[in-house]
């Protein structure tokens, strides 16, 4: 069982920047692929950023250039950190945790934090 607690949402005006970070507790995520979700109000929640347990990455392609995703294996936390922040990036944003055990997926979700991102 994985437990992750995001954090570091807030309120913030256009072109500012937040960090988000989300801590992993009762596995290592070294071998979880990981990613950040984000949902916004009348919209279906869509993958932003995600980093495989080998480190390779993506990005959505509204936010490639402003959003970077990294992993510290060590302190067992992901981060999204968020910069030039627009107000179509105001969302409820998730940490995922994903991984295939003999055949079988695991999946666990953050809590959420809210990013506001005022014009």
């Known amino acids: 069982q994985v437990q992750l607690v995001d954090s570091g949402g807030g309120l913030v005006h256009a072109g500012g920047s937040l960090r988000l970070s989300c801590a992993a507790s009762?596995?290592?995520?070294?071998?979880?692929?990981m990613g950040w979700f984000r949902q916004a109000p009348g919209r279906q929640r869509e993958l932003v950023a995600g980093i495989t347990a080998f480190g390779g990455i993506n990005y959505l392609d509204a936010v490639k250039g402003r959003f970077n995703i990294s992993r510290d294996n060590a302190k067992n936390i992901i981060y999204l950190q968020m910069d030039s922040l627009k107000p179509e990036d105001t969302a409820a944003y998730y940490c995922n945790a994903k991984k295939r055990i003999l055949g079988a997926d695991y999946e666990y979700w953050g809590q959420g934090t809210q990013v506001t991102v005022s014009s």
């Open positions: 009762g596995r290592a995520l070294s071998t979880y692929a």
